[in-house]
């Protein structure tokens, strides 16, 4: 991003506001809904494997609870910092709305870079970091799951922390391992649900999704699961990228190839029949649908200009700023907005914590066809608002979800007026 975006918060905030004003909603629920109901700092020591001493830094930030226990990821990230913990736990509160399951909104994470980690040392870490903030969660108050550098054994490891003090809990965390109580279909569902979004996208625009073109930045869970389904479905994926660059095939990569190539070497690059090309370069790939599926502020006021593609999907959590937002819109770009795009995770982790409630299994197959049906609830209730505001889909989203959240806020009784 440059220095003329706002920073994520920022944005967030400013799409708050949008979605406010249509709305309109009370200053004193508008105060209300502006600002993280709780949000804890911690300390998070962990012994070295040479015997040194670190302490990291973690938070977690709960933004609204009003429709169920708080829910949301933890990242370990060598830039996380608390105001993108803040931005991240509101977006799950519209992203929870919007998919209309009983959770409200949450974040966490840890100032580390992973990669620098040994696997003991990651795993102490963990088990740190969720006594510290273990008062906060639970069951019924608090559900972390993965995110941007952490993943199912992550989940295993707070689990197993947490039932230390409690007795067995695998409610207390989603994507786990399904060994553990983990969901069938859990890690393919965010991409799987950003591919389910492109092709209703698509449809709308009258753009075939059978050969239509598409190019993908990150191919980690997301970003992979989106190239495999998106493919199924029948688009050509012509580029894919990780943090170390971008390969490119105007006939098609062939994706489950570059799964295993990245499976083994840890990147994209070097997979076969494609050539290399930068993450720049992709971005602004003539392609009908571009799908980020990496980190947030990849598209920004400096950019947004080159994008050629006819649809943005945003796997990624505000993979584009606020002032790119601006001039794509402008320029007639379809942009489906993150709490839509990518809510699949939480809705399958929302199916695991209920199947974990219960103590049942759903097989894969029930898990893809209850995440096809809200899923295609969730685009049908934005694109119903779009028609009755004659706005975007971004606006149009954050209109229903920020509506829901307002009522059940005003219903528990935080706001008399
Ligand atoms: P991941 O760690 O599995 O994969 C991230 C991928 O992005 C990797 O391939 C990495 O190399 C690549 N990447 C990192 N920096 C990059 C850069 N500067 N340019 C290009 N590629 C880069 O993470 P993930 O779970 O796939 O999450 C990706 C995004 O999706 C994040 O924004 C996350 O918040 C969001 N998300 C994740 C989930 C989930 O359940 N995992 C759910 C909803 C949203």
């Known amino acids: 991003m440059t220095t003329a975006d706002k920073p994520m918060l920022e944005g967030a905030r400013a799409y708050f506001e949008q979605a406010v004003g249509r709305l309109g909603l009370g200053d004193d629920m508008r105060q209300l809904l502006l600002h993280p109901w709780r949000e804890l700092t911690v300390a998070v020591p962990v012994r070295r494997d040479d015997g040194s001493f670190s302490v990291f830094t973690g938070f977690r930030v709960q933004h609204n609870g009003a429709r169920g226990p708080y829910k949301g990821g933890v990242r370990y990230h060598p830039r996380a910092d608390l105001d993108h913990t803040r931005a991240l736990a509101m977006l799950m509160s519209w992203k929870t709305a919007l998919a209309d399951i009983p959770f409200g909104g949450a974040k966490g994470g840890v100032v580390v870079d992973p990669q620098a980690l040994s696997v003991a040392e990651l795993n102490r870490l963990t088990r740190r970091y969720t006594s510290q903030i273990g008062h906060l969660i639970g069951v019924n108050r608090d559900i972390p799951a993965p995110d941007l550098g952490t993943n199912a054994q992550t989940m295993a490891w707070m689990m197993d922390a947490y039932g230390a003090t409690h007795g067995y809990t695998p409610g207390i965390v989603t994507g786990k391992p399904v060994e553990l109580g983990g969901s069938a279909g859990r890690e393919a569902a965010p991409g799987r649900g950003a591919a389910l979004i492109a092709a209703m996208a698509a449809r ?152 974990n409630i219960q103590e049942f299994r759903w097989d894969e ?36 979800a920020v509506a829901r959240v307002e009522r059940a806020t005003k219903l528990r009784g935080f706001v008399t007026s």
């Open 204 to 355: 709308d625009l009258r753009i075939d999704i059978s050969g239509a073109t598409v190019a993908i930045q990150g191919f980690g869970q997301v970003g992979s699961w989106a190239a495999k389904t998106i493919n199924e479905a029948g688009a050509r994926v012509i580029a894919v990228s990780d943090a170390l660059g971008a390969i490119y095939n105007p006939n098609g990569v062939d994706v489950w190839e570059t799964d295993r190539h990245y499976a083994v070497n840890g990147t994209v690059k070097g997979a076969p029949n494609a050539e290399p090309i930068t993450n720049a370069e992709l971005l602004a790939l003539d392609c009908q649908i571009l799908i980020p599926a990496a980190i947030e502020d990849v598209i920004h006021s400096g950019n947004a200009s080159k994008v050629r593609a006819r649809i943005i999907v945003e796997a990624a959590n505000a993979p584009v700023t606020f002032e790119a937002d601006q001039i794509l819109n402008d320029r007639g770009v379809v942009i489906i907005p993150d709490i839509l795009a990518n809510a699949g995770g939480v809705i399958v982790s929302y199916f695991e914590w209920a199947q």
């Open 365 to 400: 197959q029930r898990v893809n066809q209850e995440l096809t049906g809200f899923m295609t609830r969730s685009y049908k209730a934005v694109t119903d608002m779009m028609r009755e505001q004659s706005t975007n889909h971004r606006t149009a989203a954050y209109s229903v």
